[in-house]
Nanobody, 125 residues
Framework: QVQLVESGGGLVQAGGSLRLACAAS????????MAWFRQAPGKEREFVGA????????YYADSMKGRFTISRDNAKNTVYLQMNSLKPEDTAVYYC??????????????????WGQGTQVTVSS
């Protein structure tokens, strides 16, 4: 049974940094893509970025490039989202998701098979 467990959320001031973690278990994720999404109050869930587990190659939504970095630790079966220069508009619940790797990076929520429970990130001004 696949489980994705996010951690690392919290309250941070604008300009600060946070690193979220997504601990994955229940299967081998070598041929999987792991993604981060976020959902702000009253808004749809949006794609942040993704990483192909086998190669480590990453892909980001245009609006996330430059401040957010995704990485993975094979030994810990964990994917990370490093967020820098945070802004109040980054306030959201951040979710980890997984799906078998495709030729292209999936960016839609309905393309992902597995989801974590989410972790709240609040950025104060």
């Amino acid at each position: 049974q696949v489980q994705l467990v996010e951690s690392g959320g919290g309250l941070v001031q604008a300009g600060g940094s946070l690193r979220l973690a997504c601990a994955a278990s229940g299967r081998t994720f070598t041929n999987y893509a792991m993604a981060w999404f976020r959902q702000a109050p009253g808004k749809e869930r949006e794609f942040v970025g993704a990483i192909r587990w086998s190669s480590g190659s990453t892909y980001y939504a245009d609006s996330m490039k430059g401040r957010f970095t995704i990485s993975r630790d094979n030994a810990k079966n964990t994917v990370y989202l490093q967020m820098n220069s945070l802004k109040p508009e980054d306030t959201a619940v951040y979710y980890c998701a997984a799906r078998p790797t495709m030729v292209r990076i999936a960016t839609a929520t309905n393309e992902y098979n597995y989801w974590g429970q989410g972790t709240q990130v609040t950025v104060s001004s």
